[in-house]
Protein backbone atom coordinates (compact mmCIF):
# COMPACT_ATOMS: atom_id res chain seq x y z
CA UNK A 1 0.00 0.00 0.00
CA UNK A 2 1.46 3.79 -0.94
CA UNK A 3 0.13 6.87 0.43
CA UNK A 4 -0.66 9.44 -1.72
CA UNK A 5 -2.07 13.47 -1.08
CA UNK A 6 -4.82 14.96 -3.97
CA UNK A 7 -5.05 18.43 -4.05
CA UNK A 8 -7.29 20.89 -5.98
CA UNK A 9 -9.08 24.26 -5.45
CA UNK A 10 -12.86 24.10 -5.20
CA UNK A 11 -14.53 24.90 -7.98
CA UNK A 12 -16.72 21.69 -9.06
CA UNK A 13 -14.63 21.23 -12.25
CA UNK A 14 -11.60 20.67 -10.74
CA UNK A 15 -12.43 19.37 -7.31
CA UNK A 16 -14.55 16.67 -8.67
CA UNK A 17 -12.01 15.10 -11.27
CA UNK A 18 -9.29 15.10 -8.33
CA UNK A 19 -11.75 13.15 -5.87
CA UNK A 20 -12.51 11.33 -8.55
CA UNK A 21 -8.80 10.31 -9.04
CA UNK A 22 -8.64 9.86 -5.55
CA UNK A 23 -11.07 6.96 -5.34
CA UNK A 24 -9.63 5.67 -8.04
CA UNK A 25 -6.31 5.34 -5.94
CA UNK A 26 -8.14 4.33 -2.89
CA UNK A 27 -9.81 1.59 -5.13
CA UNK A 28 -6.33 -0.44 -5.85
CA UNK A 29 -6.37 -0.49 -1.95
CA UNK A 30 -3.96 3.23 -1.40
CA UNK A 31 -4.50 5.46 1.33
CA UNK A 32 -5.18 9.11 -0.12
CA UNK A 33 -5.74 12.03 1.67
CA UNK A 34 -7.92 14.92 -0.48
CA UNK A 35 -6.96 18.69 0.10
CA UNK A 36 -9.31 20.84 -0.92
CA UNK A 37 -12.25 23.43 0.28
CA UNK A 38 -13.80 22.65 3.39
CA UNK A 39 -17.01 22.86 1.27
CA UNK A 40 -15.79 19.40 -0.23
CA UNK A 41 -15.54 17.70 3.33
CA UNK A 42 -18.71 15.61 3.63
CA UNK A 43 -18.43 14.59 -0.11
CA UNK A 44 -14.74 13.55 0.18
CA UNK A 45 -14.98 11.68 3.48
CA UNK A 46 -18.02 9.83 2.34
CA UNK A 47 -16.02 8.25 -0.44
CA UNK A 48 -14.06 6.67 2.51
CA UNK A 49 -10.75 9.06 1.87
CA UNK A 50 -9.20 11.34 3.85
CA UNK A 51 -9.71 14.62 3.84
CA UNK A 52 -7.50 17.76 4.77
CA UNK A 53 -8.94 21.23 4.75
CA UNK A 54 -6.43 23.37 1.99
CA UNK A 55 -6.01 26.59 2.74
CA UNK A 56 -8.03 29.25 0.15
CA UNK A 57 -7.08 31.84 -2.02
CA UNK A 58 -7.82 32.78 -5.56
CA UNK A 59 -6.89 30.46 -7.60
CA UNK A 60 -7.21 31.71 -11.00
CA UNK A 61 -5.38 34.37 -11.96
CA UNK A 62 -3.28 34.32 -8.63
CA UNK A 63 -2.43 37.13 -6.73
CA UNK A 64 0.72 38.57 -7.13
CA UNK A 65 3.31 38.27 -4.04
CA UNK A 66 2.90 40.92 -1.70
CA UNK A 67 -0.69 41.65 -3.12
CA UNK A 68 -2.43 40.65 0.54
CA UNK A 69 -4.44 37.90 1.66
CA UNK A 70 -3.78 33.80 1.10
CA UNK A 71 -1.43 33.50 -1.40
CA UNK A 72 -0.03 30.41 -3.31
CA UNK A 73 3.12 30.57 -1.11
CA UNK A 74 1.09 30.88 2.12
CA UNK A 75 -1.19 28.09 1.05
CA UNK A 76 2.22 25.33 0.24
CA UNK A 77 3.84 26.42 3.26
CA UNK A 78 0.39 25.57 5.34
CA UNK A 79 0.40 22.20 3.48
CA UNK A 80 4.15 21.25 4.37
CA UNK A 81 3.29 19.27 7.60
CA UNK A 82 0.35 17.62 5.98
CA UNK A 83 3.28 16.22 4.20
CA UNK A 84 5.58 15.28 6.95
CA UNK A 85 2.94 13.65 8.99
CA UNK A 86 0.94 11.87 6.44
CA UNK A 87 4.53 10.99 4.25
CA UNK A 88 2.99 10.12 1.24
CA UNK A 89 5.09 8.57 -1.65
CA UNK A 90 3.46 11.34 -4.43
CA UNK A 91 1.33 14.55 -4.21
CA UNK A 92 -1.03 14.64 -7.24
CA UNK A 93 -1.87 18.25 -7.90
CA UNK A 94 -4.75 20.02 -9.82
CA UNK A 95 -3.35 22.45 -12.79
CA UNK A 96 -4.44 25.62 -11.71
CA UNK A 97 -3.92 24.78 -8.03
CA UNK A 98 -0.39 25.81 -7.60
CA UNK A 99 0.03 25.14 -3.80
CA UNK A 100 0.31 21.50 -3.44
CA UNK A 101 2.83 21.05 -6.11
CA UNK A 102 4.70 23.46 -5.22
CA UNK A 103 4.69 21.71 -1.39
CA UNK A 104 5.42 18.77 -3.04
CA UNK A 105 8.71 20.12 -4.16
CA UNK A 106 10.02 21.72 -1.17
CA UNK A 107 9.27 18.17 0.56
CA UNK A 108 11.18 16.46 -2.24
CA UNK A 109 8.59 14.40 -3.54
CA UNK A 110 7.03 13.05 -6.70
CA UNK A 111 4.55 15.42 -8.60
CA UNK A 112 1.62 14.13 -10.43
CA UNK A 113 -0.21 17.51 -12.54
CA UNK A 114 -3.74 16.53 -12.82
CA UNK A 115 -5.64 18.26 -16.15
CA UNK A 116 -9.17 18.32 -16.01
CA UNK A 117 -10.20 19.19 -19.27
CA UNK A 118 -8.83 19.20 -23.05
CA UNK A 119 -4.60 19.65 -22.76
CA UNK A 120 -3.27 23.64 -22.60
CA UNK A 121 -0.20 23.70 -23.79
CA UNK A 122 0.04 25.13 -26.88
CA UNK A 123 1.74 23.48 -29.83
CA UNK A 124 3.45 25.31 -33.28
CA UNK A 125 0.73 25.61 -35.68
CA UNK A 126 -2.38 25.05 -33.76
CA UNK A 127 -5.15 27.68 -32.44
CA UNK A 128 -4.04 29.01 -28.70
CA UNK A 129 -5.89 27.05 -26.23
CA UNK A 130 -9.28 29.22 -25.12
CA UNK A 131 -10.01 31.15 -28.11
CA UNK A 132 -12.47 28.22 -29.27
CA UNK A 133 -10.65 28.15 -32.99
CA UNK A 134 -10.56 25.01 -34.94
CA UNK A 135 -6.90 23.98 -36.61
CA UNK A 136 -6.08 25.53 -39.42
CA UNK A 137 -6.76 23.47 -42.84
CA UNK A 138 -3.94 24.86 -45.02
CA UNK A 139 -0.63 25.61 -44.78
CA UNK A 140 -1.47 29.74 -44.80
CA UNK A 141 -3.66 29.11 -41.86
CA UNK A 142 -0.81 27.49 -40.02
CA UNK A 143 1.55 29.91 -40.55
CA UNK A 144 -0.67 32.63 -39.32
CA UNK A 145 -1.15 31.12 -35.93
CA UNK A 146 3.17 30.21 -36.23
CA UNK A 147 3.03 34.41 -37.08
CA UNK A 148 1.27 34.90 -33.81
CA UNK A 149 3.20 33.03 -31.46
CA UNK A 150 5.16 35.48 -30.19
CA UNK A 151 2.27 37.36 -28.77
CA UNK A 152 1.04 34.01 -26.67
CA UNK A 153 5.05 33.64 -25.44
CA UNK A 154 4.73 37.56 -24.06
CA UNK A 155 1.42 36.59 -21.76
CA UNK A 156 3.26 32.97 -21.00
CA UNK A 157 6.79 34.73 -20.26
CA UNK A 158 4.87 37.62 -17.55
CA UNK A 159 3.08 34.67 -15.48
CA UNK A 160 6.54 32.90 -15.85
CA UNK A 161 7.62 36.25 -13.77
CA UNK A 162 5.01 35.96 -11.38
CA UNK A 163 5.21 32.10 -10.93
CA UNK A 164 9.01 32.96 -9.77
CA UNK A 165 8.36 34.86 -7.28
CA UNK A 166 5.89 32.96 -5.83
CA UNK A 167 9.01 30.35 -6.04
CA UNK A 168 11.49 33.01 -4.53
CA UNK A 169 9.19 33.55 -1.81
CA UNK A 170 9.44 29.59 -0.54
CA UNK A 171 13.60 29.75 -1.69
CA UNK A 172 12.64 27.81 -4.85
CA UNK A 173 15.00 27.96 -7.76
CA UNK A 174 13.48 30.16 -10.55
CA UNK A 175 11.85 28.01 -14.19
CA UNK A 176 12.78 29.06 -17.42
CA UNK A 177 9.93 27.39 -18.90
CA UNK A 178 7.11 29.04 -20.88
CA UNK A 179 4.29 26.32 -19.44
CA UNK A 180 6.30 25.35 -15.78
CA UNK A 181 3.39 24.68 -14.01
CA UNK A 182 3.68 21.11 -15.34
CA UNK A 183 5.16 18.47 -13.96
CA UNK A 184 8.21 16.65 -15.31
CA UNK A 185 7.01 13.32 -13.82
CA UNK A 186 3.90 12.54 -14.86
CA UNK A 187 0.77 14.49 -16.46
CA UNK A 188 -2.97 13.09 -16.68
CA UNK A 189 -5.04 14.91 -19.52
CA UNK A 190 -8.73 13.71 -18.30
CA UNK A 191 -10.74 14.08 -21.10
CA UNK A 192 -11.80 12.12 -24.17
CA UNK A 193 -8.75 11.55 -26.99
CA UNK A 194 -10.88 12.38 -29.57
CA UNK A 195 -11.48 15.97 -28.07
CA UNK A 196 -7.38 16.28 -28.73
CA UNK A 197 -6.42 17.65 -31.73
CA UNK A 198 -3.19 16.08 -33.08
CA UNK A 199 -0.09 16.43 -31.69
CA UNK A 200 3.28 15.47 -30.49
CA UNK A 201 2.83 14.33 -27.08
CA UNK A 202 5.09 14.57 -24.04
CA UNK A 203 6.56 11.15 -23.05
CA UNK A 204 5.20 11.77 -19.47
CA UNK A 205 1.72 12.77 -20.36
CA UNK A 206 -0.82 10.67 -21.18
CA UNK A 207 -4.80 11.27 -22.18
CA UNK A 208 -6.68 8.95 -19.65
CA UNK A 209 -10.42 10.22 -20.43
CA UNK A 210 -12.66 11.93 -17.97
CA UNK A 211 -12.41 11.63 -14.41
CA UNK A 212 -16.25 11.51 -13.15
CA UNK A 213 -17.51 12.38 -10.00
CA UNK A 214 -21.15 13.65 -8.51
CA UNK A 215 -22.26 14.25 -5.24
CA UNK A 216 -25.29 12.13 -4.80
CA UNK A 217 -29.01 13.60 -5.67
CA UNK A 218 -32.21 12.31 -5.56
CA UNK A 219 -33.65 11.17 -8.98
CA UNK A 220 -35.65 13.91 -11.05
CA UNK A 221 -39.10 13.67 -12.84
CA UNK A 222 -38.48 12.51 -16.42
CA UNK A 223 -41.01 14.37 -18.66
CA UNK A 224 -43.45 11.42 -19.83
CA UNK A 225 -44.12 10.44 -23.98
CA UNK A 226 -41.78 9.02 -26.70
CA UNK A 227 -40.26 12.15 -28.07
CA UNK A 228 -36.65 12.91 -28.01
CA UNK A 229 -35.44 13.79 -24.74
CA UNK A 230 -33.74 17.21 -24.61
CA UNK A 231 -31.51 17.78 -21.27
CA UNK A 232 -30.93 21.91 -20.64
CA UNK A 233 -27.46 21.13 -18.36
CA UNK A 234 -26.36 25.14 -17.40
CA UNK A 235 -22.78 26.16 -15.84
CA UNK A 236 -23.14 25.78 -12.47
CA UNK A 237 -20.83 28.61 -12.12
CA UNK A 238 -21.69 31.32 -14.59
CA UNK A 239 -25.31 32.81 -16.08
CA UNK A 240 -26.26 33.75 -12.76
CA UNK A 241 -29.34 35.26 -14.49
CA UNK A 242 -30.25 31.84 -16.21
CA UNK A 243 -29.72 33.25 -20.06
CA UNK A 244 -29.89 29.81 -21.51
CA UNK A 245 -31.89 28.48 -19.82
CA UNK A 246 -34.75 30.63 -20.23
CA UNK A 247 -33.59 30.72 -24.42
CA UNK A 248 -33.87 27.08 -24.67
CA UNK A 249 -37.20 26.88 -23.21
CA UNK A 250 -38.41 29.48 -25.67
CA UNK A 251 -36.76 27.90 -28.08
CA UNK A 252 -38.11 24.18 -27.58
CA UNK A 253 -42.07 25.09 -25.59
CA UNK A 254 -43.56 24.33 -29.33
CA UNK A 255 -40.95 21.27 -30.66
CA UNK A 256 -42.05 17.78 -30.88
CA UNK A 257 -39.59 17.07 -27.64
CA UNK A 258 -39.62 16.19 -23.61
CA UNK A 259 -37.79 18.85 -22.46
CA UNK A 260 -35.51 18.30 -18.66
CA UNK A 261 -34.01 21.16 -17.62
CA UNK A 262 -31.72 22.60 -14.18
CA UNK A 263 -31.46 26.10 -12.47
CA UNK A 264 -28.36 24.60 -10.57
CA UNK A 265 -30.35 25.42 -7.29
CA UNK A 266 -30.90 28.97 -8.43
CA UNK A 267 -34.50 28.83 -7.09
CA UNK A 268 -35.30 31.94 -6.84
CA UNK A 269 -35.37 32.82 -10.13
CA UNK A 270 -37.22 29.48 -11.47
CA UNK A 271 -38.59 29.88 -14.66
CA UNK A 272 -42.04 28.79 -15.74
CA UNK A 273 -41.86 25.37 -17.35
CA UNK A 274 -43.77 25.47 -20.88
CA UNK A 275 -46.33 22.31 -21.28
CA UNK A 276 -43.54 19.79 -22.72
CA UNK A 277 -40.72 20.63 -19.88
CA UNK A 278 -40.04 19.85 -16.40
CA UNK A 279 -37.37 21.96 -14.84
CA UNK A 280 -35.68 21.09 -11.30
CA UNK A 281 -33.38 22.78 -9.08
CA UNK A 282 -30.96 19.87 -9.93
CA UNK A 283 -30.47 16.44 -11.50
CA UNK A 284 -27.92 13.66 -11.22
CA UNK A 285 -26.24 13.78 -14.51
CA UNK A 286 -26.13 9.88 -13.47
CA UNK A 287 -29.60 9.71 -13.80
CA UNK A 288 -30.49 12.41 -17.30
CA UNK A 289 -27.28 12.37 -19.22
CA UNK A 290 -28.03 8.14 -20.25
CA UNK A 291 -31.61 9.03 -21.33
CA UNK A 292 -30.80 12.55 -23.37
CA UNK A 293 -30.84 12.61 -27.56
CA UNK A 294 -29.15 16.27 -27.15
CA UNK A 295 -28.14 17.91 -24.44
CA UNK A 296 -28.10 21.98 -24.45
CA UNK A 297 -25.46 23.51 -22.34
CA UNK A 298 -22.96 26.46 -21.54
CA UNK A 299 -19.97 24.24 -22.67
CA UNK A 300 -18.33 23.53 -19.26
CA UNK A 301 -15.90 20.32 -19.52
CA UNK A 302 -17.36 18.24 -16.98
CA UNK A 303 -21.13 18.54 -19.10
CA UNK A 304 -19.47 18.02 -21.97
CA UNK A 305 -17.69 14.98 -21.11
CA UNK A 306 -21.00 13.27 -19.17
CA UNK A 307 -22.92 13.59 -22.22
CA UNK A 308 -20.24 12.69 -24.60
CA UNK A 309 -19.57 9.36 -22.34
CA UNK A 310 -23.41 8.65 -21.79
CA UNK A 311 -23.61 8.75 -26.37
CA UNK A 312 -26.04 12.32 -26.33
CA UNK A 313 -24.84 14.94 -28.39
CA UNK A 314 -24.31 18.20 -27.39
CA UNK A 315 -24.98 21.38 -28.61
CA UNK A 316 -22.44 24.14 -26.88
CA UNK A 317 -23.61 27.81 -25.91
CA UNK A 318 -19.84 29.28 -24.66
CA UNK A 319 -19.86 31.86 -21.74
CA UNK A 320 -16.63 32.29 -20.39
CA UNK A 321 -13.42 30.38 -20.03
CA UNK A 322 -12.66 27.17 -21.57
CA UNK A 323 -16.44 26.77 -22.98
CA UNK A 324 -15.43 28.01 -26.34
CA UNK A 325 -12.59 25.60 -26.69
CA UNK A 326 -14.58 22.70 -25.27
CA UNK A 327 -17.73 23.78 -27.66
CA UNK A 328 -15.04 24.38 -30.91
CA UNK A 329 -13.63 20.70 -29.57
CA UNK A 330 -16.95 19.07 -29.68
CA UNK A 331 -17.93 20.31 -33.16
CA UNK A 332 -14.57 18.96 -34.48
CA UNK A 333 -15.32 15.85 -33.29
CA UNK A 334 -18.23 15.42 -34.85
CA UNK A 335 -20.71 15.11 -31.83
CA UNK A 336 -22.45 17.91 -31.44
CA UNK A 337 -22.43 21.90 -32.85
CA UNK A 338 -21.56 25.32 -30.77
CA UNK A 339 -23.67 28.33 -31.36
CA UNK A 340 -21.28 31.34 -30.10
CA UNK A 341 -22.97 33.44 -27.33
CA UNK A 342 -23.35 36.52 -29.04
CA UNK A 343 -25.93 34.46 -31.63
CA UNK A 344 -27.70 32.94 -29.31
CA UNK A 345 -31.13 33.30 -29.55
CA UNK A 346 -34.62 31.26 -29.58
CA UNK A 347 -34.14 30.75 -33.12
CA UNK A 348 -30.78 30.28 -33.39
CA UNK A 349 -30.64 27.64 -30.72
CA UNK A 350 -33.81 25.67 -32.09
CA UNK A 351 -32.17 25.44 -35.28
CA UNK A 352 -28.92 24.39 -34.46
CA UNK A 353 -30.98 21.52 -31.81
CA UNK A 354 -33.28 20.54 -34.94
CA UNK A 355 -29.89 19.98 -37.31
CA UNK A 356 -28.16 18.13 -34.65
CA UNK A 357 -31.06 15.62 -33.93
CA UNK A 358 -32.11 15.31 -37.79
CA UNK A 359 -28.24 14.29 -38.41
CA UNK A 360 -27.38 10.90 -37.35
CA UNK A 361 -23.86 11.65 -37.89
CA UNK A 362 -23.90 13.36 -34.39
CA UNK A 363 -25.40 10.62 -32.36
CA UNK A 364 -23.24 7.77 -34.01
CA UNK A 365 -20.13 10.08 -33.23
CA UNK A 366 -21.20 10.89 -29.76
CA UNK A 367 -22.06 6.84 -29.13
CA UNK A 368 -18.27 5.85 -30.62
CA UNK A 369 -17.12 7.93 -27.54
CA UNK A 370 -19.28 6.43 -25.05
CA UNK A 371 -18.47 3.07 -26.35
CA UNK A 372 -14.52 4.09 -25.72
CA UNK A 373 -15.31 5.51 -22.48
CA UNK A 374 -17.00 1.99 -21.47
CA UNK A 375 -13.86 0.08 -22.49
CA UNK A 376 -11.32 2.59 -20.58
CA UNK A 377 -11.77 3.75 -16.84
CA UNK A 378 -10.12 7.00 -16.66
CA UNK A 379 -9.88 6.40 -12.77
CA UNK A 380 -8.03 3.16 -13.40
CA UNK A 381 -6.14 4.14 -15.72
CA UNK A 382 -5.01 7.07 -13.85
CA UNK A 383 -4.34 5.48 -10.91
CA UNK A 384 -2.22 2.78 -12.58
CA UNK A 385 0.52 5.24 -14.23
CA UNK A 386 0.41 7.17 -10.63
CA UNK A 387 1.89 3.69 -9.16
CA UNK A 388 3.85 3.02 -11.95
CA UNK A 389 5.96 6.79 -11.10
CA UNK A 390 6.62 5.54 -7.59
CA UNK A 391 7.55 2.60 -8.67
CA UNK A 392 10.41 3.50 -11.37
Request: glycine share 10%.
Amino acid sequence: MSRFVVGAFGDAGHAFPAIALARGLRGRGHEVVVETWEHWREAVETEGLGFAAAQEYKTFPPPPPGSGGPSPADAASALLPLLEDFGPDAVVSDILTAAPALAAEMAGLPRVVLVPHVYPVHETGLPFFALGARPARTRMGRAMWRAAEPVLAMGLRRGGRERNMTRAELRLPPLDELHGGFSSDLALAATFPQLEYPRTWPKHTHVIGPLEFEVPAPPVEIPEGDEPLAVIAPSTAQDPEGKLLRTALDALADEPLRVLAATNRRGESLPRAPANAVVVDWMSYSQVMPLADVVITHGGHGTVCRALGAGAPTVCCPAVGDMAENGARVQWSGAGLMLPSRLVGPRSLRTVVRRVLADRSFGERARAISAWAGQNHAADRGAVLVERLIRT
